[in-house]
Each structure stands twice: as C-alpha cells, then as structure tokens.
C-alpha cells in the first residue's frame, strides 16, 4: 500500500519556540493531506484539510495562526507549531489521499511533540 | 458522516475469535462502513471495508446485516500483537478526500 512518513517522530521544544513537522507521501502524490491531533487516551481530532496549492481549511476551535499548514508540492505537507506551549504537547498525525483515490486514506507514523 | 457507537473496551485471550460490533443507525445509503486499526504511538492502518453483507480479507472479515444499522468487525484467532484501538467509521464512497471521524474506537487487549 501506499506510504506516508513524518519526520521528526518525536520532538521536544521549550515554551515559545515553534517547531515544524513534516508529512511526505513517499510513492504517490497527494492532492489532500489531513492533519490530526491525538492527546492521551483519546480519539483523533482532526485539525486541517490541505490541498496542494490552496490554502488549508482549519476546523472550529484550531487557531490557524498557531497551526501553519503549508501544502507546496504533492508530495509534502508542513504544520508548524508556533509559540508552542506546554498544552500544545500531543500526537500529531497526518494522512493524505491520491489522485483518483476512493475511499482510503493512508496515514503517517505520528510526530510526538513534548513542549517543556 | 454517521455517527458511530463501539464498546468502548474489550478483553480477550489469545486464540479467541474476537467481535467487535459498532453501531450506525443514521449511516447515509453512500457511505462504505470502514475499520481502522490504531497501535500506541502510531497511525491508524485500515483494515477492512464494506458496504453490505459480509467481506472477508487476510486479516479481518467484516459482517454488516441488509439494515446497515450495524457491523461487526472479526478478528480470527487473535494474538498479543492484535492488541490495539479499533475504530469504525462510515465513509462516502468516492470520497478520498473527504475529512474522516474518528469515534472513541474499542480498545482491545489480548491477554496471554
């Protein structure tokens, strides 16, 4: 099946710094990538819906100047955390979808982000 | 996209066949009934997809009845290694890019 990596697996940041994740697909080109957070012991929440080449759609509740979503090529999607805080500190998962894609979403590996 | 109701918990020992059932009551005439696997620290990884009666893949066999008001997801013969959430969701076909729910799925735990 198709493979989607994120890089790094975990990070750890100080309070006010931002950090940056990354998303690829690395064996088809994704024309949308999601991005979702998982705190512990709780479901995934999505966060953002990226197209490549337009500007990503946040959900209610995530503040879009914190999350900066940039989905440049079809094959790599960015969240940059800014100013991160210590509640910022969760799961990060992407998934993306093919051209022609039907149904299924493939998902990365996760990003662990711990702010201290 | 419906909503979607599972134990939130089951236990069962290596070897058993294992059933988790997930209820849909409002799901849409469009929608594939879809099950994830979620391991600790990790992606969810799809494991099977169906839209009525019963399908059957390497890992899991998926049972929806002629209502669609619900399914249950079979794991035959489970192991340790089967330990993990798993999440039912219900999907328009068609729809690659459409924005998936995830519920509060059932955590399975194969005990020894």
């Known amino acids: 099946g198709a493979v989607v990596s994120q890089h790094p697996s975990r990070v750890i940041c100080k309070s006010g710094t931002s950090v940056k994740i990354e998303c690829r697909s690395l064996?088809?080109?994704?024309?949308?990538m999601f991005w979702y957070r998982q705190f512990p012991k709780q479901s995934l929440m999505l966060m953002a819906t990226?197209?490549?080449?337009?500007?990503?759609?946040?959900e209610q509740g995530v503040e879009k100047d914190k999350f900066l979503i940039n989905h440049a090529s079809l094959t790599l999607s960015t969240l940059t955390v800014t100013s991160a805080h210590p509640e910022d500190s969760s799961f990060y998962i992407c998934?993306?979808?093919?051209?022609?894609?039907?149904?299924?979403?493939?998902f990365g590996p996760g990003t662990r982000l711990t702010v201290t | 996209l419906a909503k979607t109701t599972q134990p939130i918990s089951m236990d069962s020992y290596e070897g058993q066949e294992v059933n988790i059932t997930c209820s849909h009551n409002?799901?849409?005439?469009?929608?594939?009934i879809t099950w994830y696997q979620q391991f600790p620290s990790q992606g969810p990884r799809f494991i099977i997809q169906?839209?009525?009666t019963k399908v059957t893949n390497e890992v899991a066999s998926l049972f929806i009845p002629a209502d669609r008001k619900s399914s249950t997801l079979s794991l035959p013969r489970v192991s340790l290694s089967d330990t993990a959430v798993y999440y039912c969701?219900?999907?328009?076909?068609?729809?690659?890019?459409?924005?998936?729910?995830f519920g509060k799925g059932t955590k399975l735990s194969v005990i020894p």
């Open positions: 409002n799901i849409a005439t469009n929608d594939y």
């Open positions: 169906g839209y009525k």
């Open positions: 064996d088809f080109q994704a024309t949308t």
């Open positions: 969701l219900g999907i328009p076909s068609g729809a690659g890019s459409y924005q998936l729910t």
């Open positions: 998934s993306a979808t093919g051209q022609g894609s039907s149904y299924e979403q493939y």
């Open positions: 990226s197209n490549e080449g337009s500007k990503a759609t946040y």
